[in-house]
């Protein structure tokens, strides 16, 4: 079983940056891919961004493609979202979740385990 907690949301303004962490515990973290997702008021939950157990799938959606980084250190058992030039419609509550498959998938349901999630909110 596999804990995830993650931390650094915040209220920032737009045009700002914030580094998102996630934390894994109780499991080979080294083994999972990890993915980043997030749900704004009042939508489904969408796919942000995932990284391969071996780094080299790191798929991005297109609506945070060349502003958004995620990067993984296994020997801290973290996976970090870096936001650069944040733009309103990114408030959200961020989850970032493990895939026992390791693949880096943009799909949801491969996703086992989650976290509570981190509030970011962009004002304009």
């Known amino acids: 079983q596999v804990q995830l907690v993650e931390s650094g949301g915040g209220l920032i303004q737009a045009g700002g940056s914030l580094r998102l962490s996630c934390a894994a515990s109780?499991?080979?973290?080294?083994?999972?891919?990890m993915g980043w997702f997030r749900r704004a008021p009042g939508k489904e939950r969408e796919f942000v961004a995932a990284?391969?157990?071996?780094?080299?799938?790191?798929p991005y959606a297109d609506y945070v493609k060349g502003r958004f980084t995620m990067s993984r250190d296994n020997a801290k058992n973290t996976v970090y979202l870096q936001m650069n030039s944040l733009k309103p419609e990114d408030t959200a509550v961020y989850y970032c979740?493990?895939?026992?498959?390791?693949?880096?998938?943009?799909?949801?349901?491969?996703?086992?385990?989650w976290g509570q999630g981190t509030q970011v909110t962009v004002s304009s």
């Open positions: 979740a493990a895939d026992p498959r390791g693949t880096g998938t943009t799909r949801y349901e491969a996703y086992d385990y």
């Open positions: 109780g499991g080979t973290f080294s083994v999972y891919g």
């Open positions: 990284i391969s157990r071996t780094t080299r799938n790191t």
